[in-house]
């Protein structure tokens, strides 16, 4: 009929389902069968229309709430990846939403992400640690810190964790979790804030000491520009997490470790099941390739006395009579003799230990009393 002219182009194309493009296929192909004499035996074949198999009805109802909740179109087959084992391309969501009459608003121009650059060769030689401030639990609600941290060579994200301020103890626990799941790296690229670079010139922050005593040193940007990749990291969360945490009824009242145990689900799928544009593969391939060709730099957590005292806030004290240490309302019997100085390790646990000395990699510590469980 569109051959003959009774239907137009467009009638043509929502009559078969297709786009244009397939419609000038089909109709090269018929006129070439027709040309021949062979028309009688044509057959357009399955192409064309939507031979797709109908979806679940839990997937097609989580869709029509994520959807409406504000998920990305990417975001949202992701999470139907996760949570009900489909694969779905991007473009299959959107083509639904568009037939279902449920697209999103628009979400205003961002600022272009910045230039891509150079990429170190092995996993563990750079990763790249930024933290993002953001109101992920609604706009009407204070904003929190996220950290953030990538690895350079296989952009596999290695950490990932919403906290209430941006303080010491948030680094200490997030980079303590992140080297007891993947190891110590040898940089970590910062941007210039304080708590990295300190306030005077040839300073060292107590979180480089860390660093320093498990020889993994700063990388410091000259820019936010230079950080590209785990920038870009951020703009997804920022797409993806409030939306899911309105869907799921996450708020600044629950738990942050309920809330960052289903960031972590989300961080490990990511890592696992998106492929990467630039790399054209998933990260946790990228990662598995490299290791298995030998480019890894990364060192496994050390077996010695000193780790869970190094990843703990210090705290200079001195002993009162008897060998007491009073600490936020708290006393702390020791063995130790009235008027000597020792440091109160407090733990990201919470429990407290005081040793005689800070944490030296040439001595072994001297322990005046602990809480921790054995």
């Known amino acids: 009929q569109v ?75 992701s999470e139907v990846d996760r949570q009900y084992g489909v694969r779905l391309a991007r473009s299959q969501v959107r083509h639904w939403a568009i037939r279902e009459g449920i697209c999103p608003a628009p979400k205003p121009p961002r600022l272009p992400a910045h230039l891509r650059r150079w990429q170190r060769q092995a996993v563990g030689e750079l990763w790249q640690m930024d933290a993002t401030p953001d109101h992920w639990f609604g706009r009407e609600e204070p904003a929190y810190p996220l950290l953030d941290m990538l690895d350079d060579c296989s952009r596999l994200q290695v950490g990932c964790a919403i906290y209430r301020r ?16 993947y190891g110590l790296p040898l940089q970590v690229y910062v941007d210039q804030a304080g708590i990295f670079t300190g306030n005077k010139q040839e300073s060292v922050t107590r979180i480089e000491q860390r660093l320093r005593f498990y020889d993994v040193s700063f990388v410091v ?15 997804v969360w920022q797409d993806r997490l409030p939306p899911y945490f ?10 942050l470790e309920d809330v960052n145990r289903h960031l972590h689900a989300l961080r490990v799928h990511r890592n696992r099941r998106e492929r990467h544009r630039e790399l054209g593969m998933t990260p946790q391939r990228a990662w598995d390739e490299a290791l298995s060709q030998g480019r890894n730099k990364l060192r496994p957590v ?5 780790w869970n005292y190094v990843w703990s806030l ?38 407290v230990s005081i040793l005689k000395e800070r944490p030296d990699q040439q001595k072994l510590p001297v322990m005046l009393f602990t809480n921790r469980p054995r």
């Open 246 to 255: 309105a869907l799921n009824g996450l708020t600044p009242s629950c738990d």
């Open 3 to 77: 051959c003959d002219g009774i239907l137009t182009i467009e009638q043509g194309c929502a009559s078969l389902g297709v786009g244009k493009t397939r419609l000038y296929e089909l109709r090269a192909s018929y006129l070439k069968a027709r040309a021949l004499g062979e028309v009688e035996g044509w057959r357009p074949g399955r192409s064309g229309g939507n031979h797709a198999v109908p979806w679940d009805e839990p997937v097609v109802n989580f869709l029509k709430a994520a959807i409406c909740q504000g998920y990305s179109y990417a975001f949202a087959a």
């Open 221 to 235: 940007a000259n820019s936010p520009e230079a950080k590209g990749k785990v920038e870009r990291s951020h703009q």
């Open 166 to 181: 941006e303080t010491i103890p948030a680094y200490l626990h997030f980079f303590h979790n992140a080297f007891l799941e």
């Open 302 to 306: 050390p077996k010695e006395p000193w």
């Open 314 to 351: 210090w705290h200079p004290v001195t002993l009162a009579g008897g060998g007491r240490v009073y600490f936020r309302q708290e006393t702390f019997p020791t063995q130790g003799l009235p008027g000597t100085r020792a440091i109160l390790c407090e733990h990201l646990d919470g429990t």
